[in-house]
């Protein structure tokens, strides 16, 4: 079946640094990936829309400045989270969809630990 | 926001059905009923999905009323490690290219 990898799984930083998590679609081409945001206990929340060749759609409430988004090829979107600070602390998933197959599901990745101290 | 209900928890005894139930009385025609689980710590796992009829694959069946309002994850024979977090979630197919939206879903703990 169609895998969406994700790495780092787990990455601590330093606080006012930057830290870069990548997704990538290993069998199949993504024109769109999707991040989410999940805080404990909480459930997932979507961040923005990385679309290939063009720039990302944010939710309402998402800083693009802070949550830089690249899509530069069809299998590959990152999330870079720039200046981290520890309420920044969360776990990232991102999420593709197989537009050029037969299935209608969408894949996620392993998810990024993420921990601002 | 999620267009789904679903109960915050449930429990199941090893070796017995898990029935997860959802709720969307709003979901239109052309919106489909997706199923995933969330192992802690995980990304969300692919379980099932449906339109209109039931639907059955090698880990769980999904049981749609006829007017759409409702349907019911099954897990035939629950076993310790089917211990998750369940979404329901409706959202038009492929084409759209659009997210899944998640809500709350259903705490089930599998217990021997």
């Known amino acids: 079946g169609a895998v969406v990898s994700q790495h780092p799984s787990r990455v601590i930083c330093k606080s006012g640094t930057s830290v870069k998590i990548e997704c990538r679609s290993l069998?199949?081409?993504?024109?769109?990936m999707f991040w989410y945001r999940q805080f404990p206990k909480q459930s997932l929340m979507l961040m923005a829309t990385?679309?290939?060749?063009?720039?990302?759609?944010?939710e309402q409430g998402v800083e693009k400045d802070k949550f830089l988004i690249n899509h530069a090829s069809l299998t590959l979107s990152t999330l870079t989270v720039t200046s981290a600070h520890p309420e920044d602390s969360s776990f990232y998933i991102c999420?593709?969809?197989?537009?050029?197959?037969?299935?209608?599901?969408?894949?996620f990745g392993q998810g990024t630990r993420l921990t601002v101290v | 926001d999620a267009k789904t209900t679903q109960p915050p928890s449930m429990d199941c005894a090893e070796g017995r059905a898990a029935n997860l139930p959802c709720n969307h009385s709003t979901i239109s025609g052309n919106e489909y009923v997706y199923w995933y689980r969330q192992i802690h710590s995980q990304g969300p796992q692919y379980i099932i999905h449906g339109l209109k009829n039931n639907e059955t694959n090698e880990m769980a069946s999904l049981i749609i009323t006829e007017d759409r309002k409702s349907s019911t994850l099954i897990l035939p024979h629950a076993t310790l490690r089917d211990t998750a977090v369940y979404y329901c979630?409706?959202?038009?197919?492929?084409?759209?290219?659009?997210?899944?939206?998640f809500g709350k879903g259903t705490t089930l703990s599998v217990s021997s």
């Open positions: 999420s593709a969809r197989d537009l050029g197959g037969s299935k209608t599901e969408a894949f």
């Open positions: 979630i409706v959202s038009v197919g492929i084409q759209a290219g659009t997210a899944l939206i």
């Open positions: 990385s679309n290939e060749g063009s720039k990302a759609t944010y």
């Open positions: 069998d199949f081409q993504a024109t769109t």
